[in-house]
DNA sequence: AACAATGGTTTCATCATGAAACTAATTTCC
DNA sequence: GGAAATTAGTTTCATGATGAAACCATTGTT
């Protein structure tokens, strides 16, 4: 059967998944990030083939996220470049690569460090935050109904506003296990 | 040929994507977040074919981002719950959400609002920061080697510590092109 | 004109996915 | 005690996605 398309779902994170949540796309994003451009540092960086290359790059340009365009130089050069979209995926990447580098890599283990450019500072860790900037725990918020919720996200929604996603204490060793 | 591993590659973010990277696996995390903790209902709120659903979670569950545990009522009642590493995974999701309430769903449009328990009031964007603190853009951060750099990326990061992601200003318009 | 570099598309074997059918453990109903 | 129900799967099979290699097209160089 065909793979189902996240699309039609009410949710974010399945549409936000759709454009960036196929096999390599995030992994094509870093590049970017990187400072990757042509379609064959892509390929050779990554080791992923030519036709997926092709594919993904072609609907990431669809969506908006990288832009395609000619690079000066000889032959047939083209460039993808982040586009504000692109860019504003940022946040993602970084909480995806530190929680790599804290619960799979093992702690200083990590392969690539963050630093801001001015001061040569590690960055701080990627943390969701309230109004007033204090760090919050995901027992400490609650989801509710935006305006863009259908009535049935709206009916889950209010079924268990109470209730937070509990943490139990005799999990720490189940937590450790095996990789 | 078979899909590539991406646990061989010297990055973090390859690493993170090896564990929740398929196909649903962030949807059953955003389930897992949303309260969910049985078989039957992931497999309701998602729509997901019992035996992908069966996958993920025992991988899940044999990376040590959820836990399985005999859940107290009649029948075979099993729960699933998250793990400090899986409840480690919430800003990643978040940073997600926003990201596809932004640009995906269009603002104002966001199906699920997510606010701090207490007071009431919605979270602040998910962003990278400085060691101050400062909300740090793309350009303004650099990437080098790390503890666990391999000559490769060390090479890689050598080379190009001197390039950020530029920004440029004519791609405005195209950042906005179709969905 | 021939050749090389870049950026693809096509072809084909293999693996992953989705749906439905089947299995198994435990509890409730009669 | 036995039948049915609930939950949580596994198996089977058709179809789609992936990876590697081969092929094609455009532009620039010799």
């Not at 990187?34 to 072609?58: E, M, V, Y």
């Amino acid at each position: 059967m065909r793979r189902k398309t996240f699309a039609r779902m009410n949710c974010s994170i399945a549409r936000a998944l759709e454009l960036v949540g196929e096999w390599w796309t995030m992994l094509i994003m870093r590049e970017a990030f990187l400072g990757t451009r042509r379609f064959r540092d892509f390929q050779c960086n990554l080791g992923i083939a030519r036709n997926i290359l092709s594919a993904r790059l072609k609907k990431l340009v669809a969506r908006g996220v990288l832009t395609r365009e000619a690079a000066p130089g000889g032959g047939r050069r083209l460039e993808y470049r982040l586009t504000e979209k692109g860019r504003a995926f940022f946040p993602v990447l970084m909480a995806l690569m530190q929680w790599g580098d804290q619960w799979v890599a093992g702690p200083d283990r990590a392969p690539v460090k963050v630093v801001e450019r001015a001061s040569g500072r590690e960055i701080a860790q990627v943390a969701v935050r309230g109004a007033d900037g204090r760090v919050l725990q995901p027992a400490e918020v609650a989801m509710v109904a935006g305006p863009g919720a259908g009535p049935a996200m709206r009916a889950r929604l209010a079924s268990r506003a109470a209730r937070p996603v509990a943490v139990r204490s005799r999990e720490r060793d189940a937590a450790r296990a095996g990789g």
